[in-house]
């Protein structure tokens, strides 16, 4: 699908990607009907609420360093960001960086709602100028500003005359889509069509957008081995470096749904290669991205060197490793970058995914392919019971009764609980660099074993825990159950 830099605006994932909320069936079959662009999604009959895109959006902006965050709209929607604020500083103090992005809300009360708030918001966007002095603004709007239709893009337009920084607007109307994901396509849209130059030059440098750098200084030596240097996006990223993000080598990405937007924008407008392949979680997928990073920056050899000396190290501890684990039964909740790739994993320490719930699914990414996790997993016969649940807790507490798997994963510590509660040991997937390059695969591979060694914790809390889920709830069939809500696709 084309990206259009001209429109601030862009279209939600729903639309653009055909992506879903709502499906139960198998890692084949909903791969098949991606590819033959049969997939509908269902809807529910009844629905936990879930998270607003603009919490993926502003928390991705505002992890850039010294650039300030306008929110339009009540003080309740601004609320998403308080916890990006404390993870920006956090994450900046980590790196010995300091940070000094602000978040602003313009708290739109009853008067504005009726009567419009955009000489308010032009009024505001000129004072966080002259007090904090940033080095982009965001203009943000929301679901209130959105429903008054506050024409955002006006007001922008008319303070970039009055203000020597950036000034960009991001639309983030939660209302709009379902999929929180969407967000960050919206802060992509955002840098690559306001803060991005055009190339002057070519860079040794790789675009890598990941969400808190945490393995920075190993990749950053990794890199080293290959005469490249990695930009790290966006949390502590300068402006400059993003206005050079043209002049890179290529463009990668720790999960595809965070950086497939980002990764395309910057090839289509500006010739920069993105690395499509499956993620670097694994064997296999650590090696098939450093090979097509070889390929696309003319670095194979160095690549395959790299590989063989790694190889050498660690494979044979990680097959030690995966003799205790062989036979395991795992279910997995987590976006859909992660929940596919991290099942690829487990299928190749030997455990069994007996179902994986994906908080969405995208039908095909920006380039109109199927996710490259999805065609390897049907490429290579792994094949498992899959759901589309929007972080829906009460579906997934019926797969765990129905299952009773030895171990459940997820990368949102809500849903954790909840399964260390039902007696099933949890692991939380927080850090994206987890399961990195074969290094942490065997890290990982270990961190299980020590979820699953001792399950006296999980039992002893089951026993002593009333949960509110019934007997005739565990008894639905959710294949079933999701039928009965209208068909959204
Ligand atoms: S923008 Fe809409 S969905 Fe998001 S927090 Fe505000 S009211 Fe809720």
Known sequence: MAINLDNSNIG????????????????????TQSECGTLRGCGRCFSQSSSCLSGCALSQLGGIRDVAVIHHGPSGCSCTATTQYQTTKQVAKK???????????????????????????HDIILEV??????KAIFVSSSCTSGI?????DSVVEEVRAEV?????????????????????????????????????????TINFKNFYESARPEIIEMFKNFDLEPVFLYANATVEELEHMSEAAATTCICGVLGNYLGNALEEKYGVPYIRT???????????????IGRVTDRSDKIEKYIAEQRAIYIPQIEEVKKE?????????????YTFEVSRVLNELGIEVVWALAWHYDKKYENNDVPPTMEYLLKNNIDFEISVSDQQNYEVMNILNRFKPDLYLSRHPGSTVWAIKQGVPALYVADEY????????????????NTIRNRSFEQNLAKRVKLPYTDWWYDQDLGEFLQEGKANG
């Open 12 to 31: 939600t994932r729903e639309n653009r990607l055909g992506s879903i909320t709502g499906y139960v069936g198998s890692v084949s079959d909903i791969t």
């Open 164 to 204: 020597d920084v950036p000034v960009i607007a991001a639309h983030c109307e939660g209302f709009k889509s379902r999929i929180w994901a969407t967000g960050f396509d919206i802060s992509d849209h955002a840098v690559v069509s306001g803060i991005v130059k055009p190339p002057k030059e070519k860079r040794n």
């Open 95 to 121: 790196r010995g960086v300091v940070n000094n992005s602000v978040y602003i809300g313009t708290d739109m009360d009853e008067n504005d709602t009726i009567f419009g708030a955009a000489d308010k918001l």
């Open 434 to 449: 987890m399961i990195f390059g074969y290094k942490h695969t065997l890290e990982f591979a270990k961190t299980i074993l």
């Open 325 to 337: 684990l062989k036979g395991l039964r795992a279910v997995l909740g987590m976006g859909p970058g």
């Open 148 to 152: 008054i239709g506050e024409d955002i």
């Open 278 to 292: 499956i993620n670097q979680s694994g064997i296999a997928g650590f090696e098939t991205w450093l090979r097509e």
């Open 129 to 134: 100028n002259r007090r904090y002095k940033p």
